[in-house]
């Protein structure tokens, strides 16, 4: 069974930066995808990023401030984030989606991870 779980999240200042963790278990990084989403109240799921064993994709929105990375030896998909605004506060999920190589974002992915809060002060 694939399951994921989020966490990291916290209060952080303006500008500040953190570190997002997304555990991952029943699954192989060789064979799924792993994306990050965000969705603040009132507004839609966002996708931010997506890594695979072919390439990765980051969305315009948040390029240059969010990365992705992955440690295969602890089955963690990290999406670091620097340079935070209030506009980023939100709940972040991480989903993951088997044989997909990232050419943009995929919001049907099979499996899903409960999310982690970020809120950003001003």
């Known amino acids: 069974e694939v399951q994921l779980q989020a966490s990291g999240g916290g209060l952080v200042q303006a500008g500040g930066s953190l570190r997002l963790s997304c555990k991952t278990s029943?699954?192989?990084?060789?064979?799924?995808?792993i994306e990050w989403f965000r969705q603040a109240p009132g507004k839609e799921r966002e996708g931010l990023s997506c890594i695979s064993d072919d390439g990765t994709y980051v969305a315009d929105s948040v390029k240059g401030r969010f990365t992705m990375s992955v440690d295969e030896a602890e089955n963690t998909a990290y999406l670091h984030l620097i340079n935070l605004q209030p506009d980023d506060t939100a709940v972040y999920y991480c989903?993951?989606?088997?044989?997909?190589?990232?050419?943009?974002?995929?919001?049907?992915?099979?499996?899903w991870g409960k999310g982690t809060q970020v809120t950003v002060s001003s």
């Open positions: 029943g699954l192989s990084f060789d064979d799924y995808a």
């Open positions: 989903a993951a989606e088997a044989w997909y190589s990232c050419p943009t974002i995929y919001y049907g992915a099979d499996h």
